[in-house]
């Protein structure tokens, strides 16, 4: 039997996966271990392997077939536009995509005028102002701390995640619009999902199972 190999999303994504997983009876040991900078973990029993990788990069091990399966959030899914099949909503890791900006800016979202917005998601930012509101935009891209934009005054808007609302009110911003719900969604390459499809589909039952309760 060939190894299946699941590419998580390091960080908390990866931490609740795993504890989803070992719900599932799927341990890999040495990855609960704190101190530990391996990247790769296997289950010789079940012929599994789990690695983490950074979010982006997940479609694409996952659309090469690195990688038979992934967790990923909805919002890298969207962002990326990688040939992967999404076929399970984790639940977790729960947020929204959202136009914010201060409270002002609300008037400038008229489908009208030309509006600047700054996000680390140009294609999600793009595609709602174009195809959604219809609306000229100039997408800034950037990296981090996407709140800073408006309060410095290098876009009126900004696209970006929004959890629980604090990083917003912090720093005197509101939702202005909502984009789409978010969350962990499981991918899987197209290929596999051929190839393996007996192992595959028992065990997103048996994820499906353990998210839904049932
Ligand atoms: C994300 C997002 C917001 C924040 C939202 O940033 O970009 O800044 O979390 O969470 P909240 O609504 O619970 O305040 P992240 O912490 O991933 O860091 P980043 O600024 O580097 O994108």
């Known amino acids: 039997m060939r190894y299946l190999t699941f590419a998580l999303t390091k960080g908390r994504l990866a931490r609740q996966t795993m504890q989803l997983l070992e719900k599932v009876g799927i341990r890999c040991d040495e990855m609960n271990d704190p101190s530990t900078r391996k990247l790769i973990f296997s289950n010789e029993e079940l012929k599994l392997r789990v690695f983490l990788a950074k979010g982006p990069d997940v479609p694409t091990y996952v659309e090469y077939g690195a990688a038979d399966l992934g967790v990923v959030g909805r919002d890298t899914i969207l962002e990326e536009g990688r040939k992967i099949y999404e076929v399970l909503d984790l ?50 891209k950037l990296n981090g701390s996407i709140e800073l934009a408006p309060i410095v005054g290098l876009a009126e808007v900004i696209v970006d995640i929004v959890e629980t609302g604090s990083t917003l009110k912090e720093n005197g911003l509101k939702v202005l619009e909502e984009v789409c719900p978010l969350s962990a969604r499981v991918v899987v390459n197209p290929v596999s999902m051929r190839m393996e499809n007996e192992r595959i589909s028992s065990l997103l039952g048996d994820l499906y199972r353990a998210v839904s309760g049932t």
């Open 91 to 140: 639940g977790f890791g729960r947020c929204r995509m959202c136009v914010a900006g201060p409270e002002e800016a609300a008037k400038l979202l008229n489908g009208q005028e030309q509006i600047r917005a700054a996000t680390k998601y140009p294609r999600i930012a793009r595609d709602y102002f174009t195809n959604q509101k219809n609306q000229p935009v100039e997408i800034i």
